[in-house]
């Protein structure tokens, strides 16, 4: 692993100044892990074991923490090895995505929740959504049902709080009209009006606000190294 700029206990202490930290609950921490809130995100191997989490691929949108009852405020994200090209995260702003959402969509989530999901693998990848992966929730899986219609705890604004790398169903709908709903969702929220497109250099601190926000990943070279840090900051039980 190459030194960076910016060591682990130097992003600590700058996610610090925005409050108490969340420990990380992914099995795959890698990297030096003195803080329990840091993740390594890499595809590098040593010894032919993954050094960090999320190796390859594409992600689709997803926020982070969603399928546990608290899931963190913020994270920030700090880039050690970039490959020549790929790899972009791309944001996407759920406050307007919830500003913009055509009142029959509204409606028919008003005091709703979804269930969200993940279920960890070799690769922790979010390549395929949780609608395409799980018929039902699997025993001894992670997952947490939250209100789709999100308020912001600052702001008291309201934020769409679903998203296709994670969320299975809405509670209590009928499978097949919870797919339908949520995928009118989905298209709605990853429009490219909303989203902002973070191609990396190394030494970028990119952090967000996990409350309002998704995020996700453009593939990359397999053949190229791919490593960032992520620290979490404590959240609140979305309302």
Excluded at 2 to 17: K, N, P
Excluded at 148 to 158: E, L, N, S
Excluded at 162 to 182: I, K, Q, W, Y
Aim: hydrophobic letters at 40%; charged letters at 20%.
């Amino acid at each position: 692993m190459c030194s960076s700029d910016l060591d682990e206990d130097a992003q600590v202490a700058f996610a610090l100044q925005f409050g108490p930290l969340a420990k990380n609950i992914n099995k795959h921490n890698g990297g030096s892990r003195r803080h329990p809130a840091t993740m390594l995100i890499s595809n590098v191997r040593q010894n032919g074991q993954l050094i960090g989490a999320l190796p390859d691929g594409e992600m689709l949108f997803h926020s982070d923490q969603c399928y546990i009852e608290v899931p963190c405020m913020a994270a920030a994200l700090y880039g050690i090895e970039i490959p020549s090209h790929g790899g972009e995260t791309i944001f996407a702003n759920m406050l307007r995505a919830w500003e913009t959402l055509p009142d029959d969509l509204k409606s028919a989530v008003a005091g709703r929740k979804a269930v969200n999901i993940f279920e960890y693998t070799d690769t922790d990848g979010y390549s395929a959504s949780a609608m395409e992966l799980f018929a039902d929730i699997p025993a001894g899986s992670k997952h947490f049902a939250h209100p789709i219609a999100r308020t912001h705890p600052v702001t008291g604004k309201t934020a769409l709080y679903v998203n296709r790398g994670m969320t299975l169903c809405v509670e209590g709908m009928p499978r097949a009209e919870s797919d339908a709903l949520l995928l009118k969702l989905f298209e709605h929220q990853e429009q490219p009006r909303f989203q902002y497109s973070h191609a990396w250099r190394r030494g970028d601190l990119v952090m967000w606000d996990n409350r309002s926000v998704l995020h996700a990943r453009n593939d990359f070279p397999a053949d190229q190294r791919r490593m960032l840090r992520r620290v979490t900051l404590l959240g609140d039980r979305p309302f």
